[in-house]
């Protein structure tokens, strides 16, 4: 994974009227933490954390007016009716070697096998623990064949050496269930032509 840089300044105003006065400046407020350290409130540039953030893993390295940080964001709070606005971001102070643990997004590759069956995504990401310079940008479940009733546990899905499950091995992460909502609808339009008759 790449490491992405920013530059931080170091905020002494704090409450909602400092946070809006930050986002009309176009910064994002945030905190930094970990490692037994004091929280530290930053402002950050908005369009490079917007940039860093489109990958939910990444390592950011931190220049807080000249002290560089190795940080991967916690926490991160969008606007709910404007896109693309960040309100605030939580970062996690981490140290090259340091073991982390994180959610990835899970992909899948594939098809099916033929019936109209549905892929339900039981866990939308998979915990794991990777080293923190070290953390993949998701994980790829093969879910080649797979047929009503069957599941992918969270021990099959590959992972990158170094990472290891957060999760149970027979955790439930996708199950393929059968298409149900055309069975109903037929039977519902055999009961209405019965009804008819």
């Not at 940080?71 to 070697?97: E, F, S, Y």
């Not at 879910?143 to 969270?154: E, N, T």
Request: net charge negative; charged share 25%.
């Amino acid at each position: 994974m790449a490491e992405v840089k920013i530059s931080a300044e170091l905020r002494t105003e704090f409450g909602k009227g400092s946070a809006r006065r930050l986002r009309r400046e176009d910064k994002v407020p945030g905190v930094v933490y970990g490692h037994g350290s004091e929280p530290r409130h930053v402002a950050l540039p908005h369009h490079d954390t917007l940039m860093a953030l489109k990958n939910s893993n990444v390592l950011i390295s931190l220049d807080i007016e000249g002290k560089q940080e190795l940080v991967i964001p916690k926490d991160v709070q969008r606007a709910t009716l404007r896109m693309g606005i960040i309100n605030h971001v939580d970062l996690l102070l981490v140290r090259r070697g340091e073991k982390v643990n994180v959610e990835l997004p899970i992909h899948t590759e594939g098809e099916l096998a033929p019936g109209g069956n549905l892929l339900e995504h039981v866990l939308n990401t998979l915990p794991v623990e990777a080293e923190a310079t070290h953390i993949p940008e998701s994980v790829t479940a093969d879910i080649s064949g797979l047929d009503a009733g069957q599941s992918v546990l969270a021990k099959d899905i590959k992972l990158p050496q170094g990472v290891s499950l957060d999760v149970e091995d027979d955790a439930i992460v996708l199950q393929v269930v059968a298409a149900q909502a055309e069975a109903a609808a037929e039977g519902e339009g055999e009961a209405e032509e019965g009804a008819e008759a």
